[in-house]
């Protein structure tokens, strides 16, 4: 069984003993590998299973209460398999990771399915369709002609794949769901795309706008058995992104990610009939929010869609949110890391206790980053003579790059080095699943923000009020 991992994806129901208690369906995966280890996970929504793989290589995976649909199942990193699962079912998957097109096998429930995925996937790249360089770089009608066709032979897989296996009708209609949105959110994406690889300005891409604008707003706004399509949910968020635009310019509203997320709920009342719709969307943008900026900056947003919403994976999910930010809530003592700066030499946040401490974690190779710089230099410039240190840490891979943009840029103060990039003690302590990312430490070393706001935002208005009652 050499590099073989044998999955079993299988259901069964739990009986109570009370009788009017109804039968709980559950979702269980188990299986044993001899060449991965690690965890791996079952996903869906804001709900996820995940289990480690043991020392023999068995796991054994239960997801509970799950829906009928799509979802992610993953394997240490090294594999990603899109299920198409029913509560109750009982899935097995052979699959080898050094020969992934040819070892991957299903048989059970499902089994027809979660093969046909296999094959249109494929069939997809076959085509070009995955092929984004190539086709938006073409001009519109070539474009259209050749995704006509190719969408045409899709269309006839699912119609012959249906009339000769058993397939879920369920299914066969999320998958003419799925061609029909993914086609329209590739014309969606058609006139930016171009711009950019033709190397265009975008008024100079020529497309069918006013057809585009009808086929968005035709698509029905209530199918949510439609949510686990990703084509689908992205063309609701296309819809939500504009409203919230809208609403943004009708209230003169910065465009700052708490105002954009903050709208979300309002956009997703105004756009839904449908609670669950309502719910998952609210759900996106709250938790996004509160993902990037934490509690400090969306507790009040949070407590709005905790009283709106009715869907109890989104209420669960965002209480796990709030308690992964616990350990660095305002108050919170932090660890004394160490660093090392410019010279090479080892320093300590302790080095800096006795004034406020504004971190700036970032890498070269991140443009949002680079584009702050400038409102940095000149906040250390008017902020010099007060008690406030401005410290920046690289997470960049390796200290090369870093050393040579801070000697071309002639970056001066406080220039250290986080040792492991993105596995560092303080990307891992703080959270960092992105950058650039600012915090906010007192003059004891205590957390005051775990994610402050950023030199080209309203950073002052917080310094001018500390400094005041310092």
């Known amino acids: 069984m050499k590099h073989i991992i044998y999955f079993i994806a299988s259901a069964f129901v739990l009986f109570a003993c009370d009788a009017q208690e109804e039968e709980a369906k559950v979702i269980k995966i188990s299986g044993q590998t001899e060449s991965l280890e690690g965890e791996v996970i079952l996903e869906r929504f804001a709900q996820l299973d995940k289990t480690e793989i043991l020392e023999d290589g068995e796991f054994n995976l239960t997801a509970k209460n799950p829906e009928d649909g799509f979802y992610t199942f993953t394997a240490v990193g090294k594999m990603e398999l899109q299920l198409y699962l029913l509560a109750g079912d009982s899935l097995h998957i052979i699959y080898d990771p050094e020969n992934e097109d040819n070892s991957l096998q299903f048989s059970g429930d499902r ?4 093969t046909f995925l296999r094959t249109r996937i494929k069939m997809m790249n076959e085509l070009g369709i995955n092929d984004l360089p190539s086709l938006m770089k073409m001009e519109y009608a070539d474009y259209a002609a050749q995704l006509d066709s190719a ?5 006839n897989l699912i119609s012959k794949a249906s009339s000769e296996e058993q397939l879920d009708e369920a299914f066969v209609e999320k998958e003419k769901a799925f061609l029909k949105y993914k086609r329209l959110s590739m014309d969606v994406m058609y006139p930016n795309y171009h711009a950019y690889f033709a190397q265009k300005s975008p008024d100079e891409v020529e ?4 057809e585009l604008e009808k086929r968005k707003e035709s698509v029905p706004t209530d199918r949510v058995s439609y949510l686990d399509i990703a084509e689908y949910e992205e063309l609701m968020l296309n819809r939500l992104e504009s409203l919230i635009m809208s609403i943004m310019e009708r209230d003169s509203l910065e465009m700052t990610a708490n105002n954009m997320y903050g709208k979300m709920i309002t956009a997703a009342d105004s756009l839904f009939d449908n609670q669950r719709m309502k719910d998952h969307f609210s759900y996106y943008g709250v ?3 509160l993902e990037y900026r934490g509690p400090v900056h969306s507790d009040e947003l949070v407590r709005e869609f905790l009283e709106r919403n009715q869907t109890a994976i989104y209420k669960k999910s965002i209480e796990q949110s709030k308690e992964k930010w616990e350990p660095i809530s305002p108050r919170k003592d932090v660890p004394d890391m160490t660093f090392t700066n410019i010279d090479g030499k080892e320093v ?20 949002p980053c680079i584009a702050e710089h400038p409102y940095w230099d000149q906040l250390k410039e008017d902020y ?3 008690p406030i240190h401005f410290l920046t840490v690289s997470i960049d891979n390796t200290r090369d790059p870093w050393e040579k943009m801070v000697a071309d ?13 993105w596995k560092s003690e303080l990307a891992t302590h703080f959270k960092v699943n992105g950058i650039p990312r600012f915090l906010l430490l007192d003059e ?3 957390i005051i923000d775990p994610s402050a706001e950023r030199p080209s935002g309203k950073i002052r208005d917080f310094f001018d009020e500390q400094l005041k009652s310092a």
């Open 444 to 446: 004891e070393g205590k």
């Open 348 to 367: 300590k946040l302790s080095d800096l206790r006795g004034q406020l401490v504004y971190i700036d974690i970032w890498a070269t190779w991140c443009g």
């Open 207 to 210: 497309y069918p706008k006013d």
């Open 151 to 155: 969408f045409d032979e899709m269309n």
């Open 287 to 289: 938790n996004a929010l």
């Open 409 to 421: 840029k002639n970056m001066e103060g406080l220039q250290w080095f986080a040792e492991g990039a």
């Open 384 to 386: 010099a003579d007060q």
């Open 111 to 114: 089994a027809a399915e979660n």
